[in-house]
C-alpha cells in the first residue's frame, strides 16, 4: 500500500487547493485526517481477515457520506451541518471526503497492491494499469482504455486476487493474516521512491505558502484595525462570499 505519509502530502495539497477562505489549522487538520483514515484498516486486518485495502478503501462508505451530505446541504429543508459548523463546515466535509477518495483510496487503486472497491459485496482487488506514451513510429499510445477485443471502454482493471489469497503486509501486520506477531520484522515506509518525496516536499510547500499568506494578511488586519485578515480565509473577502452561498 502507499505510503502514509504521501496520502497525508495528498491531502495536504487538496486542503490548500480546495478550502478556499476556510482554510485554517484545524480544517487542515481535518482533510489530512480523512485523508489518512483509509489506512486503519491495516490495524483492522489483525482481527478482520484481509481487512487491508479492502474495509476502509470500499466504495460504499464515501458514496453513503457524499449522499448524506448533499441531501443536507442542498436537498433537505435544515442542513445540520451548517447549522451547527457554518459554511465553513460544508466545505470542509466535502474537501475531506475528496481526500478521503482521491488521497486515501487513490494511490492503492494505482499502486502494486490495489484496492478491494467493492469488498464485501464483491471480493476482489483492483489495481488500474495502464501507460500513455508518444512515438514518432507509432504515435500516441494509452492502454488506460481497452479498445477492440479487449472490451470498449473499459479501464484495465488487473486483479490481484482476494482477501482469501492476496496478503498485504503492513507494518502494522507484517503477514497480513489476523493475529498480532511480536517478533515479525515490521518495515515502516515513509517515501518508497523519489516521486513520492517529491509529493511530500509538494504538500509541505504549498501548505508553509498558504499558512504564511494566513500570518501576512492577520498582520496586516491587526495594523489596520479592520478585523479583515481572518485565520482561514486570508482577507479574501470575495472567496468568502461565494463559498457562503455556494459551497463547492
Do not use: C, K
Not at 33 to 44: C, E, F, N, R, S
Not at 76 to 96: K, L, Q, Y
Not at 157 to 177: K, L, V, Y
Not at 205 to 229: E, P, W
Amino acid at each position: 500500500m502507499a505510503p502514509t505519509l504521501v496520502s497525508a502530502a495528498v491531502g495536504a495539497v487538496l486542503a490548500a487547493a480546495l478550502l478556499g477562505a476556510a482554510f485554517d489549522r484545524r480544517a487542515v487538520a481535518v482533510v489530512v485526517a480523512a485523508a489518512v483514515a483509509p489506512d486503519l484498516d491495516a490495524v483492522a486486518s489483525l482481527v478482520v481477515p484481509g481487512a487491508t485495502n479492502a474495509l476502509l478503501h470500499a466504495l460504499w462508505l464515501p458514496l453513503f457520506a457524499a449522499a448524506a451530505l448533499y441531501w443536507d446541504t442542498a436537498v433537505g429543508a435544515d442542513s445540520r451541518v451548517r447549522a451547527r459548523f457554518g459554511w465553513r463546515g460544508v466545505r470542509v466535509a466535502w474537501v475531506a471526503l475528496a481526500a478521503f477518495v482521491v488521497a486515501g483510496v487513490g494511490p492503492d487503486l494505482f499502486g502494486r497492491e490495489g484496492a478491494n472497491l467493492l469488498y464485501p459485496i464483491h471480493d476482489a482487488y483492483y489495481r488500474i494499469d495502464g501507460r500513455l506514451v508518444f512515438s514518432t513510429q507509432e504515435g500516441v499510445v494509452q492502454t488506460f482504455v481497452a479498445l477492440g477485443a479487449e472490451g470498449p471502454g473499459i479501464l484495465p482493471f488487473r486483479s490481484p486476487g482476494t482477501t482469501a489469497s492476496h496478503a498485504i503486509p503492513t507494518f502494522a501486520n507484517p503477514d497480513g493474516r489476523p493475529g498480532l506477531s511480536l517478533d515479525a520484522d515490521r518495515t515502516l515506509y515513509l517515501v518508497r521512491s523519489g516521486w513520492q518525496l517529491a509529493v511530500v516536499a509538494a504538500g509541505a510547500a504549498l501548505l508553509a505558502v498558504r499558512f504564511a499568506r494566513v500570518r501576512r494578511s492577520r498582520v496586516s488586519a491587526d495594523r489596520n484595525g479592520d478585523g479583515s485578515g481572518d485565520e482561514g480565509g486570508g482577507g479574501d473577502e470575495t472567496d468568502a462570499a461565494t463559498d457562503r452561498t455556494e459551497v463547492l
